[in-house]
């Protein structure tokens, strides 16, 4: 990481703060970039799993903007989002498969039948063999190399809400179809244009798949994600704030903050 940084060590995990948002951007896109060159020096597919929401959307502007400048090319990338409302249709301009197709995918050479977004069209019948395909793509594809995350205040990652299940319970959690938290639909209610218009489910990546990438890179920037930031570096590892449960693959997790996001680590 190039820009000046703080470094800390929380919950056994790498945690960098960066004066500011534009700066801690970077360094999301620096790690990015560094897990495509490496798979192309190794002559191999890179396979990311991306992130929607506010956060990474200047990540995605970097890339694009270095795939523009010709120094950045996706055409040996396979991507996996990890959620996607349901049920909602691809073209809804709120679907994450669109948020996706403007931020990103229409913006670089990325092809197309590789850049996958859980579908939220498929009949609920068979929503959950949807889910367990998803995963099982994920697989066949070499797994993740990398996974963006953003945390919710709720604390949680993906549509992985806080519940009382157990934490063994917890990390055994596969892609499937979710009830939305009441944090989660209320911070969807701007884009929704009400909190009861908010579409109550989702399809989301489950815990096991997103802990099982080989790094992960979670990015959060604004004081108002320092709450649940430091509840999930510092708190032990409980179901009800799902972040903390990155703290159970700690030595492929890097916290990447701004200082506003960092601003109630001790
Ligand atoms: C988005 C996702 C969510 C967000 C989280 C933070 O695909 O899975 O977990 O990362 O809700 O959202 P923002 O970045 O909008 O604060």
């Given at each position: 990481?190039?820009?000046?940084?703080?470094?800390?060590?929380?919950?056994?995990m790498?945690?960098?703060?960066?004066?500011?948002?534009?700066?801690?951007?970077?360094?999301?896109?620096?790690?990015?970039?560094?897990?495509?060159d490496?798979?192309?020096?190794?002559?191999?597919?890179?396979?990311l799993?991306?992130?929607?929401?506010?956060?990474?959307?200047?990540?995605?502007a970097?890339?694009?903007?270095?795939?523009r400048?010709?120094?950045?090319?996706?055409?040996n990338?396979?991507?996996?989002?990890?959620?996607?409302?349901?049920?909602?249709?691809?073209?809804?301009?709120?679907?994450y498969?669109?948020?996706?197709?403007?931020?990103?995918?229409?913006?670089?050479?990325?092809a197309p039948?590789?850049a996958?977004?859980?579908?939220?069209?498929?009949?609920?019948?068979?929503?959950?063999?949807?889910?367990?395909?998803?995963?099982r793509?994920?697989?066949?594809?070499?797994?993740?190399?990398?996974q963006?995350?953003?945390?919710?205040?709720?604390?949680?990652?993906?549509?992985?809400?806080?519940?009382?299940?157990?934490?063994?319970?917890?990390?055994?959690?596969?892609?499937?179809?979710?009830?939305?938290?009441?944090v989660t639909?209320?911070?969807?209610a701007?884009?929704?244009?009400?909190?009861?218009?908010?579409?109550?489910?989702?399809l989301?990546?489950?815990?096991?798949?997103?802990?099982?990438?080989?790094?992960?890179?979670?990015?959060?920037?604004?004081?108002?994600?320092?709450?649940?930031?430091?509840?999930?570096?510092?708190?032990?590892?409980?179901?009800?704030?799902?972040?903390?449960?990155?703290?159970?693959?700690?030595?492929k997790?890097?916290?990447?903050?701004?200082?506003?996001?960092?601003?109630r680590?001790?």
């Amino acid at each position: 990481m190039s820009v000046s940084h703080r470094s800390l060590r929380l919950g056994g995990m790498n945690v960098a703060v960066f004066p500011d948002a534009e700066a801690a951007s970077l360094a999301a896109v620096d790690s990015l970039i560094e897990i495509l060159d490496t798979a192309r020096i190794r002559r191999r597919r890179a396979v990311l799993g991306l992130a929607t929401g506010s956060t990474p959307q200047p990540v995605y502007a970097h890339l694009v903007h270095r795939h523009r400048a010709g120094v950045l090319s996706f055409a040996n990338v396979s991507t996996y989002n990890l959620d996607e409302y349901y049920p909602i249709s691809p073209l809804d301009p709120r679907s994450y498969r669109s948020y996706m197709h403007r931020h990103l995918f229409s913006q670089v050479d990325i092809a197309p039948h590789r850049a996958h977004v859980l579908d939220g069209t498929v009949p609920e019948a068979f929503a959950a063999a949807h889910a367990a395909e998803f995963d099982r793509w994920i697989e066949a594809d070499g797994g993740l190399d990398f996974q963006l995350l953003g945390i919710g205040r709720n604390g949680h990652i993906g549509f992985n809400e806080p519940s009382d299940l157990t934490v063994a319970e917890a990390l055994r959690l596969p892609t499937r179809l979710v009830e939305l938290h009441p944090v989660t639909r209320a911070d969807a209610a701007r884009e929704f244009g009400g909190e009861n218009h908010v579409i109550p489910r989702a399809l989301t990546m489950g815990l096991a798949p997103i802990l099982a990438a080989r790094s992960i890179v979670m990015l959060a920037i604004g004081a108002h994600k320092a709450e649940p930031v430091a509840r999930a570096l510092t708190a032990p590892m409980t179901a009800l704030l799902p972040a903390t449960l990155l703290q159970s693959v700690a030595d492929k997790v890097t916290w990447i903050l701004d200082e506003p996001a960092a601003g109630r680590l001790a």
